[in-house]
C-alpha cells in the first residue's frame, strides 16, 4: 500500500515561498519532496502579490510526482485600485485574498490580475479591485485568506452582517461553487475568534469552509531562521523583532494528520482542501518557443519592421564609416542573409524587444555594454569588427540558444 493511500486527504492551499520575498524560507526545489514525503498527492503555492515562482513551481512539483496548484495571495483595494488615497481608520489600504488557477484560462486571468496590480494599482502592495475580479474571476477558485482577508477583518471589526455581505460579495463574483471561507488555527486568539464567525457564516450562506495551514517555513525546527527573514525585511534586530514577530512556530508545512487533529471540530474543512486541488489543472506548454510580443506601426508587420530598422541602423555605420571595411554590397547582402535567417526562426520580435530596451536605455542615459556572443556579433546587432572576425547568427544556433539579454546593460 502507498504511503498516499494510507494518509488522509489533504492538500495545502496556502503557502508561501522564497518567491514572497523576506516573508517566507520555503524553497521550491524542496517543497515537492517534502509534500511527497508527507503523503500529500498536490500542494499551492500562493506567494504575495506575484506569480515569480510559478513556472519552477510547476516543474519542480510534476517531477516530485506531485499535482502543482499555482495561486496567489493578491491584495485587494477597498475601492478603486488606481485610488492611492489612505482608507480612513484603517493601517493599510487593501485586504488578502487567495487565489487559485482552476485551469489554464484561470491561470491567464491571474496572469491578468497580477500585471494590473504592479503597472496600475500599486500603493504600498500591487493591488487589484474587485472590479477587476469580476472582470478576470473565469477559471479561478477564491479563498477568504488569514487574518488579513476582508471578511476576517470586519469579524475582528464585530462587523458580522458586513463581513457576511463581502463572503457574499465574493461569491457572486466567483460563483457559487468557487469561493470558500478559510479558517486557520495557529494558537492565536484572533484565529478562534474568526473560525467562530467564519463558522455562522457558513451556516447563513452555505459557503463551504476549508482548513488552511499559512505556511511559511518548512519545519517547525525552522522558526529562528525564518524569524531572521523576517528581521532582515524590517530592518530590524531580532530583540527588537520580539515584541512585532506575526508569527510563531505553527507557521510550517504541516501533515494531514496534524491538520486533521487540528480541525477535528469542523467536519468536511480538510477533506475539501483535496476535492479543490482536483479541479486545478493547470499545465505549461513546454514545447513551444514564447517569446515576448512586440507592437508595430499599424501599417507595418514584426519582420519588415526589423528590416527597416537593421537597414537604417547599417546605413547610419555606412554613412560613419564605422564599418566600411568592405564594399557596401557586402554588408547589404549580409544584413539580408541575417535577416532571413532570423524570419525563418521566428524570432524578429525577440530582436526588436533587445532593441526596445536598448533603445530607451541609451535615451535616459543608462550605459550599454558592447555587446556579447553571436546575435551581437551579427550585423543586425553590431558592434565594430570586421566581417571576417565576427560570429555571425546561424540556423543551428538558433534553434538551440537559450535566450538571455545579449546586450549588457
Known amino acids: 500500500m502507498s504511503r498516499r493511500s494510507e494518509v ?4 495545502h492551499l496556502h503557502l508561501h515561498t522564497h518567491y514572497s520575498l523576506l516573508d ?12 511527497s ?14 506569480l515569480f515562482g510559478a513556472f519552477q513551481f510547476h516543474k519542480a512539483a510534476i517531477e516530485a510526482g506531485v499535482r502543482p496548484v499555482i495561486g496567489c495571495e493578491v491584495y485587494v483595494a477597498s475601492g478603486d485600485h ?7 481608520g484603517r493601517r493599510r489600504p487593501y485586504d488578502h485574498l487567495v487565489l487559485l488557477a482552476e485551469n489554464n484560462q484561470g491561470y491567464s486571468n491571474l496572469v491578468n490580475l497580477v500585471s494590473a496590480g504592479y503597472l496600475e494599482g500599486f500603493y504600498h502592495k500591487p493591488r487589484v479591485s474587485k472590479e477587476l475580479l469580476a472582470a478576470h ?14 471578511v476576517s477583518r470586519l469579524l475582528l471589526s464585530r462587523e458580522l ?7 457574499e460579495t465574493y461569491r457572486e463574483i466567483f460563483g457559487q461553487d468557487d469561493f470558500f471561507l478559510e479558517i486557520q488555527d495557529h494558537g492565536m486568539a484572533d484565529e478562534e475568534f474568526v473560525r467562530e464567525g467564519m463558522v455562522e457564516i457558513s451556516e447563513n450562506t452555505g459557503i463551504p469552509l476549508v482548513a488552511t495551514n499559512d505556511c511559511h517555513f518548512h519545519e517547525r525546527e525552522d522558526t529562528f531562521a525564518h524569524k531572521v527573514l523576517i528581521g532582515i525585511g524590517l530592518n530590524r534586530d531580532l530583540e527588537d523583532l520580539q515584541r512585532s514577530y506575526a508569527y510563531n512556530a505553527e507557521f510550517y508545512v504541516k ?15 480538510c477533506e475539501r482542501t483535496a476535492e479543490i486541488a482536483s479541479r486545478c489543472h493547470v499545465r505549461f506548454d513546454t514545447d513551444s518557443l514564447h517569446l515576448p510580443k512586440f507592437k508595430v506601426p499599424d501599417d507595418s508587420n514584426l519582420e519588415a519592421f526589423l528590416a527597416e530598422k537593421a537597414a537604417d541602423g547599417l546605413r547610419e555605420r555606412l554613412e560613419k564609416g564605422t564599418v566600411r571595411q568592405h564594399p557596401d554590397e557586402d554588408y547589404t547582402r549580409r544584413l539580408e542573409t541575417e535577416l532571413d535567417t532570423i524570419r525563418k526562426m521566428g524570432f524578429p520580435g525577440y530582436f526588436l524587444v533587445v532593441w526596445d530596451f536598448i533603445r530607451f536605455a541609451r535615451e535616459e542615459g543608462i550605459p550599454v555594454g558592447p555587446g556579447r556572443g553571436s546575435a551581437a556579433g551579427s550585423l543586425v546587432s553590431p558592434p565594430s569588427h570586421s566581417l571576417q572576425k565576427r560570429h555571425f547568427i546561424a540556423s543551428t544556433w538558433i534553434g538551440s540558444a537559450q535566450y538571455g539579454h545579449f546586450l549588457e546593460v
Not at 37 to 50: C, I, K, Q, Y
Not at 137 to 150: K, P, Q, R, V, Y
Not at 161 to 167: H, L, N, P, T
Request: some cysteine; proline content about 10%; overall charge negative.
Open 8 to 11: 488522509p486527504p489533504f492538500v
Open 24 to 35: 517566507s524560507a520555503i524553497r521550491i526545489p524542496d517543497l515537492g519532496a517534502q509534500v
Open 37 to 50: 514525503r508527507l503523503g500529500m498527492s498536490a500542494v499551492a503555492v500562493t506567494d504575495h502579490g506575484n
Open 82 to 88: 488606481r485610488d492611492r488615497s489612505p482608507v480612513p
Open 137 to 150: 474571476s473565469d477559471g479561478l477558485i477564491a479563498l477568504s485568506a488569514c487574518l488579513s482577508g476582508e
Open 161 to 167: 452582517q458586513k463581513a457576511s455581505e463581502v463572503a
Open 255 to 269: 501533515s494531514p494528520a496534524e491538520m486533521y487533529e487540528l480541525f477535528a471540530d469542523y467536519p468536511g474543512a
